[in-house]
């Protein structure tokens, strides 16, 4: 039997990511403003490469994440915004199953998926409200990058523009500049071939 609804996509991850010097001066911006900052979190995310498809060339993601004692599986569409990191994403929690982060990624490594890498980082995640968005905004701690700023909004298709000029003028507003487009795993896999 056909479905006449539509089919759902997902929601946009309208992101900007910044390398920093350190994030001591970007805290206090954001104090100012009244934002507050959650505690640290250990995050590792294990990166899959799919069996016949290169992520790499189609500019995809497929992931398990473990924040602390939460998994979430991931998978991120190609970008589609030259000025933002924009892409489809479909992020799954996996809490209340009783697999562990190893039993996870042994069953994707049996359907074929192999490890691309694993990306390892100290994050602190708060929230500013900008323009009627509640705009994320995480500092981010890199094992073998440094330091990162990131701001974060999911959108409807339909609220990509106001929502990608939302996140640009917040951006300017901290006097962040220079956005990195590549992933944390493409800057680490840059690194480790030079």
């Known amino acids: 039997m056909e479905s006449s609804s539509p089919v759902n996509f997902g929601t946009l991850e309208v992101e900007m990511k910044f390398a920093v010097p350190n994030h001591t001066d970007l805290e206090e911006r954001l104090a100012r403003l009244g934002v507050r ?9 294990y990166y899959f490469r799919h069996p016949s498809r ?8 497929f992931r398990i994440r473990r924040a602390g004692t939460a998994l979430f599986l991931t998978y991120k569409g ?4 030259p000025a933002t990191k924009t892409r489809r994403e479909i992020e799954i929690s996996l809490s209340g199953c009783e697999a562990s982060w ?3 990624q042994n069953l994707f490594s ?5 490890s691309a890498g694993v990306v390892r980082k100290q994050r602190r995640r708060g929230v500013i409200p900008y ?6 905004i995480t500092l981010d701690s890199v094992d073998g990058l440094g330091d990162f700023a990131e701001l974060e909004v999911c959108c409807t298709p339909e ?6 000029e939302a996140v640009i003028s917040l951006a300017e507003e901290l006097g962040l500049n220079a956005g990195e487009r590549r992933s944390y ?3 680490l896999m840059e690194k480790a071939s030079t």
Do not use: H, M, V, Y
Not at 110 to 114: E, I, P, Q, T
């Open 159 to 164: 609220n990509f523009g106001k929502t990608r």
């Open 54 to 61: 290169d992520f790499s060339a189609t500019d995809e993601a």
């Open 78 to 81: 190609p970008k589609i915004d």
């Open 110 to 114: 049996a359907l074929g998926f192999g």
């Open 102 to 104: 190893e039993e996870w």
């Open 37 to 45: 900052l959650g505690e640290r979190i250990l995050e590792e995310d």
């Open 131 to 136: 323009q009627g968005l509640e705009i994320q």
């Open 185 to 187: 795993l493409e800057l």
